[in-house]
């Protein structure tokens, strides 16, 4: 079976297609098509429901007309058929999962993550039976930890750039490890809230951008740019980043690390990068998804760029198009939809 991933904003465009003057529509409508009769298969991953929670949250309080359409017209274009990676498994799947149910379970699960070590490790529950006794215990003493652990010097050194300062405020202000953890479990909230602490964050790792990186420096350490550029010429980024960055796998897959994981150092590099930290995630999960399916298609110029580096310097032989460029393709290969 041929696959076709689709971003959602390419999604988005098949839903309003009626909506689109002939010359915008074609490309889409040549999508269309070629799902209608089978020539291509598409399918939904949990990136999309990602997607889909983040326009739900930023959309007027109650108002859910908007994502009940997409989410019926992802259900009508994919059939209901997920791209799944599930814990502990290697291998992706293609399961029958209602889109419906996928993102209402999924929407719960958001609004219930912790976002202190206090109510993470509280354990609450109505029963009282020995197990939950145990984790209660266990996590009041694991709680009492954190919050008694100072934070070590070497950490702490970080506090004299400000970007820290605003990406750990409590850790900052507290100096105990309990608000490290509580400022890491609210990190990509408040870098959605304010893209400034994406940007600072990316300026800091990203020698390069000369000039924002001398911002970040306390007034103490402050050099020139011709001096920061000689000793940015000696250092090379990527290699720093495969020596130091941690080994331990997110996924026992061992192409999903390899994907995210570079997309995500692209990004850093500050070309075609994105302002939203969130969606720059959800775009490195789906170019993972991607990978396994014959083409990736997107409207999204950042995503587009990222996703075709990804695939040429990992060796994948999946293509990354614009829809426009899918229709070329397929013209120009003599692979046109079936007529009735």
């Known amino acids: 079976m041929n696959y076709i991933y689709l971003d959602l904003n390419v999604f988005d465009k098949i839903e309003k297609i009626e909506q689109l003057s002939p010359e915008e ?4 409508q040549y999508i269309l098509n070629f799902l209608n009769d089978g020539t291509y298969t598409t399918v939904y991953s949990n990136a999309h429901i990602s997607d889909l929670i983040r326009g739900y949250n930023n959309s007027p309080s109650g108002d859910t007309t908007a994502v009940q359409g997409h989410l019926q017209n992802l259900s009508n274009l994919t059939n209901n ?4 990676l599930y814990w502990n498994e290697i291998d992706v799947r293609i399961d029958t999962k209602d889109v419906f149910d996928f993102f209402n379970s999924s929407l719960q699960e958001s609004k ?4 202190s070590t206090e109510g993470l490790l509280s354990f609450e529950d109505e029963d009282s039976d020995a197990v939950s006794n145990i984790l209660k215990a266990s996590g009041k003493s694991v709680q009492r930890l954190l919050s008694g652990t100072s934070i070590q010097e070497e950490m702490n050194k970080a506090f004299d750039y400000p970007i820290f300062k605003k990406l750990f405020p409590k850790a900052y202000e507290n100096k105990k490890l309990a ?7 609210t990190l990509q909230e408040r870098m959605d809230n304010d893209p400034s602490l994406y940007r600072g964050l990316k300026a800091l790792m990203n ?14 350490e402050k050099i020139s740019k011709k ?3 000689e ?3 000696t250092f090379d980024l990527e290699a720093a980043i495969e020596e130091h960055a941690p080994k331990t796998q997110t996924s026992e897959n061992p192409w999903y690390d390899k994907i995210t994981n570079l ?7 500050g070309f075609k990068t994105d302002k939203d930290f969130s969606n720059m995630i959800d775009d490195s999960n789906h170019t993972f998804y991607g990978a396994y399916c014959n083409f990736f298609i997107t409207r999204d110029d950042k995503c587009h760029y990222k996703a075709t580096e990804v695939y040429k310097q990992l060796g994948i032989g999946s293509k990354v198009m614009k829809p426009e460029e899918f229709m070329e393709y397929s013209k120009n290969q003599e692979i046109t939809p079936k007529k009735d």
Do not use: H, W
Request: net charge negative; aromatic share 14%; hydrophobic share 35%.
């Open 25 to 28: 529509a074609e490309p889409y």
């Open 81 to 84: 058929r997920c791209m799944c």
């Open 112 to 115: 219930e993550i912790g976002t």
């Open 179 to 185: 608000f490290m953890v509580d400022d890491m479990l």
């Open 207 to 220: 020698p390069q951008q000369t000039g924002e990186f001398i911002k970040a420096l306390p007034s103490s």
């Open 227 to 229: 001096e920061l550029n």
């Open 231 to 233: 000793i940015f010429k």
């Open 263 to 269: 997309y995500t150092r692209i990004d850093f590099k």
